[in-house]
């Protein structure tokens, strides 16, 4: 299930929510300040916050806009006293998902927790099928690459080549584990069955297939992708 991380000064609000979040089989962490909840979140991957927005150091606002400024995505929802307008519309224009006033009906929480990890779940599903290189945009759910003068069909094994790479982007992948992954085959010496669709792959994605920018060779392990 999902990582949650609590930031709330309020502990017996606190506590009711971790235990049914953790009833629910979430892992839940708590941070009753700014500084700590947001040292919460950077110790491990998080999958959603819920966050207060009067706390006793650092204002909620500012810690949902120093979470995206450093690149978290997960989705954060606010709970909050204050329920005038301005704040919540504040809070979208930092980048919270959604804001719930207390006090609230736990099982109306819960609903919105869930609502929150499901959006979450769908878009990184969409974002790992569907990419751009330069102008080209990959579609692995029909199999094709758009380009400026049309689409490209993409095989079986290239699609997946590309899955493989796009999920370790920036990260060198072993032909022994594309192999065994998408082929369920180990290597042998003279095998050239991935390098084969990679040359394929270049023709399709790459401005000058001699001189690949976006599929690289790592050398005397396989290869990765670079946006």
């Known amino acids: 299930m999902a990582r949650i991380v609590i930031i709330e000064d309020e502990p017996d609000l606190a506590l009711g929510l ?69 704040d919540k519309v504040r809070g979208p224009e930092l980048g919270a998902d959604d804001y719930v006033t207390k006090p609230f009906s736990l099982r109306e929480l819960l609903a919105r927790v869930h609502a929150a990890l499901r959006r979450s779940t769908q878009s990184a599903k969409a974002a790992r099928t569907q990419f751009m290189v330069d102008d080209r945009q990959v579609d692995l759910v029909r199999q094709v690459v758009i380009t400026p003068q049309g689409e490209l069909p993409l095989g079986y094994y290239e699609s997946e080549i590309l899955r493989m790479l796009h999920e370790h982007l920036g990260q060198a992948v072993a032909r022994t584990d594309m192999l065994l992954r998408i082929w369920g085959v180990g290597v042998g010496p003279a095998d050239r069955t991935v390098d084969n ?3 394929s792959l270049r023709r399709k994605l790459e401005p000058d297939p001699q001189k690949p920018r976006h599929i690289l060779t790592a050398h005397a392990v396989g290869y990765k992708l670079v946006l």
């Open 197 to 199: 669709h990679i040359v």
């Open 18 to 86: 971790r235990d049914n979040l953790e009833f629910e089989q979430h892992t839940v962490a708590h941070g009753a300040t700014g500084e700590e909840g947001l040292r919460l979140v950077a110790a491990e991957p998080t999958d959603l916050v819920l966050l207060d927005i009067m706390l006793p150091d650092i204002d909620g606002f500012e810690i949902c806009r120093r979470l995206r400024a450093a690149g978290h995505t997960m989705p954060i929802v606010i709970l909050s006293a204050r329920g005038q307008e301005i």
